[in-house]
């Protein structure tokens, strides 16, 4: 199926809570605490979804009904939403080819999806799903000789975008993946075997798929690792901090358009603009990173502010349904990106997941602009309540 699918989704899950139940149900514990927890006490997380839904947005009832569309131009493609999927790292694990589900539904439904490196499809098969369109986010490996080549399999898969990652410094402080032994890589305790045999169809689909791996990093992994061994290699593999001086040879090196993912600061902003790149993802990793600190829509508003017009200002983190994209936009950002919206979705609905999710937020963020008489995403602005 090519581009421009019929917007459609399952009745029996009308929002992403109702998703996020069923996936509750369908998959393991420890899998389904790695998707949906954060760090520590959780706070950011929480404060990510509650202080986005502060923002109010004002209708104008007495416009001339306008023709709204969701279109929404970004890094020269017309995009048929304003939204996409963003990296997330062993999806394979929390659905079977959930990655290969996902890529194939942004595809049809003309939005961008992000690559994970650590997820559990390769570079290669994501732009063969969605004909070169997938973008790509790179981990900075330790060795030059690895990014490079990594780099440049990117380039041969014609992924139009390279997501550079900068807030994963440190692997963050996660209880409840401590506690369930899921650091990296998963750990197959009795506990957690006790759990996937409470879930059949989870089983079943595992084993009809094979167990997940690390598809993109394979050629740069010894064979027959145990998982011991696997988690020193991987951390051996990446190098996590991200200073100007790595992201500077990246700028010579990719042709393509190269964003910065993890903004939380002006101060990065402005680096960001320095270093020449195109565009910014602000971002706190959904909350799993840094406890204390700030949801992402308050850095968003003074970013947007101060250089949306020299850099492409973007945002992810807390967003759960259309009239969430909506506050985004009216915030200052030009588009948005959703984790674990999508993988509740994979996870709930398994091959419909992807097309289920995107159908829905899309006539969500409809009814709003609809509602609130919106022409075009870039207007949402203009109806922000201001404070
Ligand atoms: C389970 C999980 C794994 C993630 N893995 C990655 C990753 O490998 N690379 C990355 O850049 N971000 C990763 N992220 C962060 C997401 O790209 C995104 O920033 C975050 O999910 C946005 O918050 P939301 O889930 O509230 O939408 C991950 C997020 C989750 C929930």
Sequence with gaps: ????????????????????????????????????????EEVNLLKNTSEIRDVELKPKYLNAGPESSLKTELFGHEYDAPFGIAPVGLQGLMWPNASQILAKAAFEHNIPFILSTVTTCSIEKASELTEGRAWFQLYHPSENSV????????????????????????????????????SMPPKMTVNNILQILGKPRWAFETLMHGQPNFETLKPYMPKNLNLKH????MDKLFSKRMPEEKIAPIRDLWKGKLVLKGVAT?????????????????????????DA??????????????????????????????PDVA????????FTFMGRSFMYGAAALGRQGGDHTISLLKTQLQQVMHQIGCERTSDFPDYLVDR
């Design 1 to 40: 199926m090519r581009n421009g699918k019929e917007i459609k989704f399952n009745s029996k899950y009308p929002s992403i809570e109702d998703l996020r139940n069923r996936a509750k149900q369908r998959i393991p514990r420890f899998a389904f605490e790695y998707l949906d927890g954060g760090c520590n």
């Design 147 to 182: 990014r490079d080549d990594i780099i440049s399999r990117a380039q041969a898969a014609e992924c139009p975008v390279l997501v550079l990652l900068c807030d994963v410094p440190t692997f963050g402080f996660r209880p409840k993946e401590i506690k369930n032994g899921l």
């Design 230 to 233: 696997l988690g020193l290699f």
């Design 266 to 290: 002006e101060e990065d902003a402005e680096r960001a603009v320095k270093l020449g790149l195109d565009g910014i993802i602000v971002s706190n990793h959904g909350g799993r990173q840094l």
């Design 293 to 322: 600190g700030e949801s992402t829509i308050k850095p968003l508003t003074r970013i947007a502010e101060k250089y949306g017009d020299q850099i492409t200002v973007m945002m992810d983190s807390g967003i759960r349904s259309g």
């Design 327 to 334: 506050r985004t936009l009216a915030s200052g950002a030009k």
